[in-house]
């Protein structure tokens, strides 16, 4: 079953702070997230795995809820390049199979 | 440097035809997946493979074939194409449980 994220769009000013959400209603063994730019292939920005360890990117940070099966995005003070679609993929079982969600369009604006 | 690539970028078919797309990755990675993207919409997981002579469905496999017969590439056979398998797909790899490098992706429209 697909998690689910919300906000589906946001749109910001420079330097503002956001945060994306990814929720799932099965136990989760990591989280992985992405951006997309238009017409372009998902980036890696964020890996979160059961127990707490997080790689990824120095400016993005996120966390990690096991018991309510939830992950965050934070994405702090805001730049024009950080505009695009984000989208998280969970995986259940350590099999390395991403479940992804719908996605999260951010827009900044200068 | 090491890459994953997919070929053709853009492809325009008929229906009923069969449509093969190729995906190459030089990482040297076990995993590796196929997802399709339609406007509007996530990812979702047509095919995947660990390992050569490794292959498995996803969400949405129907009408989709794959074979792996080396490390490198997981080409994406759809057997007759229809309209509704007009999307844009990505290929992808991976080491291991780490994350998913995808390709450009192929835009398939099919007529």
């Known amino acids: 079953q697909q998690p689910v994220q919300s906000p589906q769009a946001v749109i910001l000013r420079e330097g503002e702070d956001a945060v994306i959400n990814c929720s799932s209603s099965?136990?989760?063994?990591?989280v992985h997230w992405y951006r997309q730019k238009h017409g372009e292939a998902p980036v890696f920005l964020m890996i979160l795995l059961k127990g707490g360890e997080q790689k990824g990117h120095e400016k993005i940070s996120a966390s990690f809820n096991e018991k309510k099966q939830q992950s965050s995005l934070y994405l702090t003070a805001s730049q024009l390049s950080y505009s695009g679609t984000y989208f998280c993929?969970?995986?259940?079982?350590?099999?390395?199979?991403?479940?992804f969600g719908g996605g999260t369009r951010l827009m900044v604006k200068p | 440097d090491a890459e994953i690539t997919q070929s053709p970028r853009h492809k325009i078919t008929e229906t009923g035809r069969q449509v093969t797309l190729a995906c190459h990755q030089t990482?040297?990675?076990?995993?590796m997946f196929w997802y399709r993207q339609d406007l509007g919409h996530g990812l979702r997981l047509i095919h995947y493979s660990y390992g050569v002579q490794d292959t498995n469905k996803g969400e949405v496999s129907d009408g989709y074939s794959v074979s792996r017969s080396n490390t490198e590439d997981l080409p994406l056979t759809l057997e007759s194409a229809a309209s509704s398998q007009t999307s844009v797909y990505f290929c992808a790899s991976s080491p291991s449980t780490d994350t998913q490098y995808f390709g450009p992706g192929t835009r398939l429209t099919v007529l």
């Open positions: 990482w040297n990675h076990n995993n």
């Open positions: 993929g969970t995986d259940n079982n350590a099999g390395n199979m991403l479940t």
């Open positions: 099965k136990a989760l063994y990591s």
